[in-house]
C-alpha cells in the first residue's frame, strides 16, 4: 500500500467475493454495497469476484467492475461439477482458487468482503484470507438476515469447521438485516468474541438507476399491473404455474400480471409458461429484466418468492407483496416471509395453499388493497447501504497492521 499508490494521491480499494453460480441472490447484493461505496466516496475502487455466468447482463458503474472465475453447480447428491468448461471438477475448483488468490494479491485491496460462506465454496478463499491477513487487510463477512433453519445451520457450519475463521480471520461480521427479523447464526454454537464481531446494518435500500431509462416490458397493458418475480427462477416454477392458473380460472381478476420468470428457470418450462400467458390477454411473461427495480418500482403490487434482494425491492418501493416461499433445500424464504408477516411487511401464501386456485385468486384480489410496509414503523429498516458505507469508510482509513502467520496460525 501507499500513501498514494504509485505516487499518486490515496486511493482506496475493495474487493468482493460471490461464490454462487446459481440464482442472482448473491451477486445483487453484492452490486447494490458496489454501487453505493462508489457512489459515497469518489476514491473508492471496487472489483467483484463472482462465478456468476450472467454477470455480464448487468450494467456497472463506473469504478466497479468484475473477475469472472469459472462457475460450478451443486448437484443434487451435494457434488459439485464445472458448469461450463469440460475438465475435471477439482481442476476447475483449483483454477478458481488460484484466480481469487493471484487477483487479491495484485489488486491489493484495502478492504474485502466475503458474501456469506466464510471460507467460500470449498475453502477456496482461505488461502487468500490468510494471505490479506498477514497483510493487515481488513477482513469482513457479510451475511443475509436470514442463513437457514436454526436446526440445519448449525450442523452444516460444524461440517464445514467454520468457527475457527471467525474467530481467527473475520475483523467484523456484517448482518444486512434486522435482529427484529432473525439473528441469522441462531443454532451455530459461537464464542462470545464472534458474537461481538456482529454488526447489524439494516435491510440493503434499492432505487431505480438515474441511468436507465424508464423499463416499460409489457405491451399487452398500459395500466397498474402485479409483477410476478421468481428470482432467479431456478427453483421458481411451481409459483408461476401458481400464478397462471388462477389467471386462466378466474378472467375477473382486477390488474394484469407481469411475469418476469428469471434466466435459470429451465428453457422448456419457460416455453410452456410463455405460451401460456401468450393466451391470456391480461398475463405477459419475459425471460429476464436486468433492471428489475424499474419494474417493480412502476407495480401495484409484487407477487414473489421472496429470497433477500427481492425482500429489500419489496421494502426500498414500499410495494404490497405476497410472498409465497420455497422450503427446500433451505427455509430461509420461509422464516424471513413468515416473521414479516407478523410485522405486518407483507403477507404470506404457503406454497400448499398457493396450488389451491381459489386461494390464489382471493389473495390476488386482496394484494392491492394491503398495507404497505411503510405502514409499519421498523427503525433503521432501511439503513444498510449508508451504514455499509460508513463502517467501510472507518476500515479503510485505518492503518494496516500486518501480521506474521507463524504467530498466528497452526501449521
Not at 464445514?160 to 475483523?171: G, I, M, T
Not at 418468492?305 to 430461509?332: H, Q, V, W
Not at 424471513?336 to 406454497?351: F, H, K, N, P, Y
Not at 447501504?385 to 494496516?400: D, F, G, Y
Amino acid at each position: 500500500m501507499v500513501g498514494g499508490r504509485n505516487g499518486q494521491q490515496k486511493h482506496y480499494r475493495v474487493l468482493m467475493y460471490s461464490h454462487d453460480t446459481f440464482g442472482l441472490g448473491h451477486l445483487r447484493r453484492c452490486r447494490a454495497i458496489a454501487h453505493s461505496l462508489v457512489d459515497a466516496e469518489a476514491k473508492i475502487t471496487v472489483l467483484i469476484l463472482t462465478g456468476s455466468p450472467i454477470i455480464g447482463s448487468f450494467d456497472f458503474r463506473a469504478r466497479v467492475d468484475f473477475v469472472r472465475i469459472p462457475g460450478v453447480i451443486k448437484l443434487r447428491n451435494g457434488d459439485y461439477t464445472s458448469l461450463q468448461l469440460h475438465i475435471d471438477t477439482e481442476e476447475t475448483l483449483a483454477l478458481r482458487e488460484s484466480i481469487i488468490r493471484h487477483t487479491a494479491d495484485m489488486f491489493d485491496p484495502d478492504l474485502f468482503i466475503v458474501d456469506k460462506e466464510p471460507l467460500g465454496l470449498r475453502n477456496e478463499v482461505e488461502e487468500t484470507l490468510w494471505m490479506l491477513k498477514s497483510k493487515g487487510v481488513p477482513l469482513i463477512l457479510g451475511l443475509r438476515d436470514v442463513m437457514d433453519d436454526p436446526d440445519l445451520l448449525g450442523p452444516e457450519w460444524q461440517r464445514k469447521n467454520v468457527a475457527p475463521s471467525l474467530s481467527e480471520l473475520y475483523d467484523q461480521i456484517w448482518v444486512y438485516g434486522l435482529p427484529q427479523i432473525c439473528d441469522p447464526l441462531e443454532g451455530v454454537s459461537l464464542p462470545g468474541s464472534v458474537r461481538r464481531k456482529m454488526v447489524y446494518t439494516g435491510y440493503l435500500k434499492r432505487s431505480v438507476s438515474p441511468d436507465v431509462a424508464p423499463s416499460r416490458v409489457s405491451t399487452k397493458f398500459d395500466g397498474p399491473y402485479v409483477l410476478v418475480t421468481p428470482g432467479g427462477g431456478g427453483d421458481g416454477e411451481e409459483m408461476v404455474d401458481a400464478v397462471l392458473k388462477a389467471y386462466e380460472t378466474d378472467r375477473t381478476l382486477p390488474y394484469p400480471a407481469l411475469l418476469v420468470l428469471g434466466p435459470f428457470m429451465q428453457t422448456e418450462r419457460q416455453h410452456e409458461f410463455m405460451a401460456r400467458a401468450e393466451k391470456l390477454s391480461d398475463v405477459e411473461a419475459v425471460t429476464f429484466d436486468a433492471h428489475l427495480e424499474g419494474l417493480m418500482n412502476e407495480a401495484i403490487g409484487v407477487v414473489a418468492m421472496g429470497g433477500y434482494n427481492t425482500f429489500c425491492e419489496i421494502l426500498s418501493f414500499d410495494k404490497p407483496a405476497l410472498i409465497i416461499p420455497r422450503t427446500k433445500p433451505r427455509r430461509e424464504q420461509l422464516i424471513r416471509a413468515a416473521r414479516a408477516q407478523e410485522l405486518g411487511l407483507v403477507s404470506m401464501l404457503t406454497d400448499e395453499n398457493a396450488r389451491e386456485p381459489r386461494d390464489m385468486t382471493t389473495a390476488l384480489r386482496q394484494l392491492a388493497q394491503q398495507p404497505r410496509p411503510s405502514d409499519v414503523v421498523v427503525p433503521g429498516l432501511l439503513d444498510g447501504l449508508s451504514n455499509v458505507n460508513q463502517l467501510t469508510e472507518k476500515l479503510i482509513k485505518r492503518p494496516r497492521q500486518p501480521i506474521r502467520l507463524a504467530e498466528h496460525r497452526q501449521a
